[in-house]
């Protein structure tokens, strides 16, 4: 069956340091990957696209990256900051519809 | 731009009552969705609709139905309200040029 992983444990670093996040899917072949951030009582809300023959995508201190023979992505927050912390949520684009992953929960010590 | 606005934000129902939550969007998008969140289950797609006057289930159609109203509302409705559909609903729209989806606030369903 089609499936999407995301951590599930909480993610704690320290500030300044770089936080990385992991999503791996299996039984998809999505054409593009999206990024989003939700914060606690608030809808997700969009960070970045990746698409299936793009190896890397940045924006600011957001870098994605996307291995379709591995079936996986991987999203960095350089230099990261409390602000940072809020629940970080991977989805895979097919046709009409968006798949989302249940979600890593990141935590930014000060 | 208001983008998602999703009515009601909070809502107890009895079980069996029955209720509708409503969406609306003003970005011109032609696809519209509802998903449901619960904890350790991440978003799931209830139903959607990729243009007006066309509706599709999603992964978890059963005890709902909804209607596309025009090409800015989507309406989801709850016919005989369980507990199991106690949660945090979220509508949204597509903008098909980008792929980006734009998320409402969130309507928290508590059924008792």
């Known amino acids: 069956s089609q ?12 500030e300044g340091k770089t936080a ?7 039984n998809y072949s999505p054409a593009y990957l999206q990024w989003y951030r939700q914060d606690p ?9 990746i698409r299936e023959n793009e190896k890397e995508k940045r924006k600011e201190r957001l870098k994605v990256t996307f291995d379709t023979t591995l079936k996986q992505s991987l999203f960095h927050i350089t230099a990261s900051q409390p602000a940072d912390s809020a629940t970080y949520l991977c ?12 979600g890593t929960l990141l935590a930014v010590q000060p | 731009n208001a983008g998602v ?6 809502q107890v129902l009895k079980t069996g009552q029955s209720m509708t939550l409503q969406c609306a969007q003003d970005m011109n998008h032609n696809s519209m969705y509802w998903y449901r969140q619960d904890p350790g289950m991440g978003l799931r797609l209830i139903y959607y609709s990729a243009s007006e006057g066309t509706t599709d289930k999603g992964e978890v159609p059963n005890g709902y139905n909804v209607s596309r109203l025009n ?18 609903y979220f509508c949204a729209s597509r903008d098909r040029v980008g792929n980006t989806i734009y998320f409402g606030e969130g309507s928290w369903l508590t059924v008792v």
Request: charged share 15%.
């Open chain 1, 3 to 14: 499936k999407i992983e995301q951590n599930s444990e909480a993610l704690n670093i320290q």
């Open chain 1, 20 to 26: 990385t996040l992991t999503c791996n899917y299996t």
């Open chain 1, 41 to 49: 009582g608030r809808g997700p809300v969009f960070l970045l696209l």
């Open chain 1, 91 to 102: 989805a895979l684009g097919a046709t009409n519809k968006l798949i989302f992953g249940t």
């Open chain 2, 5 to 10: 606005t999703q009515t009601p934000k909070f």
């Open chain 2, 71 to 88: 090409k800015r509302e989507f309406s989801l409705r709850l016919e005989s309200a369980a507990p199991s559909q106690t949660s945090v």
